[in-house]
């Protein structure tokens, strides 16, 4: 990361209460070709959440803390804040004397811009407020929202229009968090209704319709020079399994989610 931070813009998308199962099956099912198409060899990485609700989960990411693999570690992270005894801080992270990805990535010489989605992001009061106050610039409309069905569609417009507007010269940090995936979905199922609610179907069906738009925002984030991307799941969410529902809970459902991280190179974006 020594050598991607500085030359590289950097994406990080957070899709927002998304299953590891239901990623992969779909993944493997030919379903996502957008992200198939640069998750490495066709498929998600299993990892576990560092917190199993938004707020905790994303203040441990944007403290250097992604999810892990699920698998005996320790495991070098990509990024780690400079803190003696950290077994996880290897000579290829990048290593920040903020107390925050956001920030030392500023202290770097990045623009740092945040497209909120789910609540924590929607700066309505001092709770929704404490993680888009990490960035340079904040944004967040009802319209980005979990009750609007074209949630994903008008965040990647306003990352276009973000990206649109910066100096060339300029190097750019954007995070996204994507709501489609929360609760409320069941819209993104066909034929599903309101009454019936949400399930693991509309869960896949609001992966399905993120995969549709999510080129827009890769070529975006590609337009002006190579980008690292990380594309991952803060959590997961349980559907009657087990007989739990929702999240903030100790489920597998919850705590197994999908990552991955790729390169995006201008010449495709360009396609």
């Known amino acids: 990361m020594n050598e991607v931070v500085g030359s590289h813009d950097l994406l990080l998308v957070t899709l927002d209460t998304l299953r590891h199962d239901v990623a992969a099956e779909l993944a493997a099912e030919g379903r996502l070709p957008h992200l198939t ?3 490495p060899g066709g498929v998600w990485e299993k990892r576990h959440a560092p917190g199993s609700f938004t707020y905790a989960s994303h203040q441990a990411i944007f403290a250097g803390f992604l999810p892990t693999p699920a698998a005996p570690g320790p495991h070098p992270r990509l990024f780690a804040a400079s803190f003696a005894g950290s077994e996880t801080t290897a000579t290829r992270t990048f290593v920040y004397d903020t107390p ?13 811009v945040c497209i909120g989605g789910v609540g924590f992001f929607n700066q309505q009061g001092p709770l929704g407020s404490v993680l888009p106050g990490l960035f340079h610039e904040a944004h967040w409309a009802p319209e980005f929202g979990v009750t609007s069905p074209h949630s994903f569609e008008n965040q990647v417009t306003r990352a276009e229009q973000i990206v649109r507007e910066l100096p060339h010269e300029q190097r750019l940090f954007l995070f996204v968090n994507v709501s489609a995936l929360h609760q409320p979905n069941w819209f993104h199922l066909p034929g599903a209704t309101r009454e ?4 693991r179907a509309t869960h896949a069906a609001a992966l399905e319709y993120v995969d549709r738009h999510i080129g827009r925002l890769f070529a975006a984030a590609s ?17 009657g399994d087990d007989g739990y529902t929702g999240h903030r809970l100790g489920h597998e459902s919850v705590w197994t989610v999908p990552y991955a991280h790729f390169f995006l190179d201008p010449a495709e974006a360009a396609r």
């Open 100 to 112: 925050d990805l956001v920030s030392g990535l500023a202290e770097a010489g990045y623009r740092t």
């Open 37 to 39: 198409r640069h998750l």
């Open 223 to 239: 337009s002006r020079r190579r980008c690292f991307a990380i594309v991952c799941s803060d959590h997961g969410t349980a559907y």
């Open 196 to 199: 019936a609610g949400d399930s």
